[in-house]
């Protein structure tokens, strides 16, 4: 019951800290409308420099470009959906060397929905639509005999994935707390990880693809429930029953990283600024 009522309290709190920070950035309502596009256009280089591979070939690791997209917009809806929530953590180092992160510490609101919820950029909805509207063309453009769990496994993925995501954010955060700043430690798992997941695991090598399959669990948002739906073998050969254990996947991890933020939390110690 008191988990429950915490957790209904940090809502509130993200709620109100982000729903402050949206009303900030639409003061400016012209000057927001260009940034979400400017962000939508920079973000949608990524998939022009896989139209570009496919027209010099057919198949990328023995994938059509379609399945790629499909990939792709798997990997860059959920994502985006994650930073656009969590994607102010990689600030926390920042607030840590300059002693702003005291005052989260004595405010009463949980600390990791101030952190979460610190200047949201609803700008980011750029790299959400962007990833929607490739995963859209994918849909409609991939060879897939498509059953009721197929297209159900879809939405199941995106939200799944977004999770995990959300996940790596608070771990890093939480490691950041440890190493005092490591903010490019966490965007390399974090960034670097949807960058990874956009490609098929056939061009990587196999230890690579086992570290994001059973170390960090990324291959769970994109690879290997889309290995079902396109009929693709799975990566490492896993069990076809991996393809639904997505939103068990995600569950583990939130979990994991809570309890990384607890610990890291209870073992940060001020800068004394």
């Known amino acids: 019951m008191a988990e429950r009522g915490a957790l209904a309290e940090g809502l509130r709190a993200y709620r109100l800290i982000a729903g402050m920070w949206i009303r900030s950035s639409m003061t400016y309502r012209t000057s927001f409308v ?28 023995g994938w059509s470009l ?24 990689d600030v926390l180092g920042a607030r840590m060397r300059d002693g702003s992160f005291d005052t989260l510490l004595v405010r009463p609101a949980p600390v990791l929905a101030q952190v979460g919820a610190d200047r949201f950029a609803l700008r980011r909805l750029g790299r959400v639509t962007q990833g929607v509207v490739a995963l859209g063309w994918a849909l409609v453009s991939v060879d897939v005999d498509w059953s009721a769990p197929k297209v159900l496994l879809v939405p199941v993925m995106v939200v799944s994935g977004a ?37 098929p695991p056939t061009v990587f090598g196999k230890d690579l693809v086992r570290g994001v399959t059973f170390m960090l669990p990324l291959a769970f948002v994109n690879w290997v429930p889309a290995a079902h739906v396109l009929g693709r073998p799975y990566p490492v050969g896993l069990p076809g029953w991996t393809a639904f254990a997505s939103p068990l996947v995600a569950v583990v991890c939130c979990g994991l990283a809570g309890m990384a933020w607890r610990t890291g939390l209870r073992s940060y110690r001020s800068t004394g600024s």
């Not at 940034?35 to 990328?60: A, E, H, K």
């Not at 790629?68 to 994502?79: D, I, N, Q, R």
């Open 66 to 89: 379609p399945e790629v997209a499909f990939l792709y917009g798997l990997s860059v809806t959920s994502f985006g959906i994650a930073d656009l929530a969590l994607g102010s953590m």
């Open 34 to 61: 260009v940034t979400v596009f400017g962000n939508l256009t920079v973000t949608g280089l990524d998939f022009v420099g896989i139209l570009l591979m496919f027209s010099q070939v057919d198949s990328l690791g």
């Open 163 to 199: 999770a995990i995501f959300s996940a790596v954010f608070v771990a890093g955060a939480a490691f950041q707390i440890y190493a005092q700043d490591a903010a490019e430690v966490q965007n390399a798992f974090t960034y670097g990880g949807t960058t990874l997941l956009q490609y």
